[in-house]
């Protein structure tokens, strides 16, 4: 009864808001947010079809399943966690956060305390002294699983297992703890060693009622209950029955290829990161899933490869970052001419910029459909279907 409640009440404006810079649309009502998203998307897309309405959240607040944080020494010697200020590395200290997952943030400032009492350093990037760099949290929506990583500027941690024990304590709920070094001068947060502290080095938490294993350095839906609406959509969309060749391009760890296999003939997973094909493979077998392969490769020239054997692709889909695809990979899917391609945007400028492209070699957009995923943000995350015009 309480998280019923808890839904129909809006919360107070942040009072991080004017340093932050996370969440530009604060103080702007959630039904608002929707409708400026949505007349973006429309207004970007409206050259090439129909937009539907937006798919929003019931409960737009504490949705982050994954959760960074850096530490910073003050003058004074406290320690104070939080977010880098928007376009600097000055730390704006966070209690609580109200789009981050509530668990995480207790833990987050518990062990910021911890760091006082084992006199250990938060890594200052000006002298290059100090041990603790960043810490990022990863929880499992539906498992409940919880893997907090302690990037640090060296492999040597003092009294770490009573770092860990102590942590334990704190927080039993913790299910894997991992040290990741990073002791390069970058502005990159992990590293890329890793060893494990406590547990298996991963969680797993469940997608579409598949199970998918998470681990530090992979790329995870940070929505998972959005998420799952846009897949189904996307699925929904790539019109399956059983008898489609399906092509998964940028696959990361799997996810929509493995939710897809259900309905497909076979399944094809191409990524260019290494151990994001590992997970994929991995998450594949945990499944139970025979008709899925991935390949580590790019995609672009992978295509051209299939087309090149002739290998028949019915549906493709994409769902490129935020810079959206460049043209040797839009150029590789005109040659492959699949049937369908099922386009997932987080970046409704570079999908219209794409969509242009596609359009000119044949296609045409059937729909799209907006879901909002980052409440509280400008991001906007879209699904189109593409189909091949008949000839």
Do not use: W
């Not at 966690?81 to 509530?102: A, D, K, L, R, W």
């Not at 460049?326 to 910029?353: G, H, W």
């Amino acid at each position: 009864m309480e998280k019923e409640k808890k839904k129909s009440s809006q919360l107070p404006a942040c009072p991080h808001q004017k340093k932050c810079g996370g969440c530009q649309y604060q103080g702007i009502s959630y039904e608002e947010q929707l409708k400026k998203k949505e007349t973006k998307v429309r207004n970007l897309l409206k050259p090439f079809g129909k937009t539907r309405s937006i798919v929003g959240m019931e409960y737009p607040y504490y949705y982050r399943n994954k959760v960074h944080a850096v530490f910073h020494r003050k003058k004074d010697g406290s320690i104070v966690s939080g977010v880098y200020e928007e376009g600097t590395h000055f730390v704006v200290p966070v209690e609580e956060c109200q789009i981050e997952n509530q668990k995480a943030d207790a833990i987050i400032r518990d062990i910021r305390g911890l760091l006082k009492s084992f006199k250990i350093q938060p890594y200052n990037e000006d002298t290059g002294f100090g041990l603790l760099r960043h810490v990022l949290i990863r929880t499992g929506y539906y498992t409940g699983q919880i893997m907090v990583v302690l990037v640090t500027s060296s492999v040597i941690f003092p009294s770490k297992n009573n770092f860990v024990k102590a942590l334990r304590k704190l927080h039993p709920e913790i299910t894997t703890i991992v040290q990741n070094i990073n002791d390069k001068k970058t502005s990159m947060v992990l590293g890329e060693r890793e060893q494990v502290m406590f547990g298996k080095g991963y969680i797993e938490d469940s997608l579409c009622g598949m199970t998918f294993r998470i681990s530090a350095k992979s790329f995870y839906q940070v929505n998972p209950k959005q998420t799952e609406l846009l897949y189904e959509k996307a699925i929904e969309l790539a019109d399956l029955h059983q008898k489609e060749v399906v092509l998964d391009a940028y696959c990361g760890t799997g996810t929509i290829g493995l939710i897809a296999s259900k309905k497909a003939k076979e399944v094809i997973g191409v990524e260019l990161n290494k151990d994001a094909v590992a997970d994929a493979i991995i998450n594949a077998k945990k499944n139970g899933v025979k008709n899925a392969r991935f390949y580590q490769k790019d995609a672009g020239k992978f295509m051209r490869e299939l087309a090149a054997v002739k290998t028949p692709i019915d549906v493709v889909f994409m769902d490129p970052p935020r810079s959206g695809s460049d043209e040797a990979f839009l150029s590789s899917l005109a040659i492959l001419k699949p049937k369908r391609i099922v386009y997932i945007s987080c970046n409704p400028e570079t999908q219209a910029r794409d969509l242009k492209y596609l359009t000119k070699q044949g296609y045409e957009m059937k729909e799209s459909v907006p879901f909002d995923l980052f409440p509280f943000t400008t991001h906007v995350e879209t699904v189109c279907l593409l189909s091949k015009k008949a000839q």
